[in-house]
């Protein structure tokens, strides 16, 4: 999941630093994600978990980091199904 959150922010973060040099708790804000590349990247990452953010979760905390990210999307993602 974390690399498909890394080629996300290097699609649509618009960050300052390469994706690859950031640790998974490093904030992003204090690389260059903006305010409107969050709302891309929110997008993006919806389709790519197929996820839906809802309003309580839209915070700059919940795109603060790729593990704060990684966390909110497994936290929408519906349990697996066990047979």
């Given at each position: 999941?974390?690399?498909?959150?890394?080629?996300?922010?290097?699609?649509?973060?618009?960050?300052?630093?390469?994706?690859?040099?950031?640790?998974?708790?490093?904030?992003?804000?204090?690389?260059?994600?903006?305010?409107?590349?969050?709302v891309n990247?929110?997008?993006?990452?919806?389709?790519?978990?197929?996820?839906?953010?809802?309003?309580?979760?839209?915070?700059?905390?919940?795109?603060?980091?790729?593990?704060?990210?990684?966390?909110?999307?497994?936290?929408?993602?519906?349990?697996?199904?066990?047979?």
């Amino acid at each position: 999941m974390e690399d498909r959150i890394r080629k996300i922010l290097t699609d649509c973060g618009r960050l300052s630093v390469p994706t690859q040099g950031l640790g998974a708790q490093d904030n992003l804000y204090e690389v260059g994600l903006s305010s409107l590349a969050t709302v891309n990247v929110m997008l993006a990452v919806e389709e790519a978990f197929d996820v839906e953010f809802p309003d309580n979760l839209l915070t700059r905390r919940s795109f603060e980091s790729i593990s704060s990210l990684a966390s909110v999307v497994n936290g929408l993602k519906p349990p697996a199904l066990t047979s």
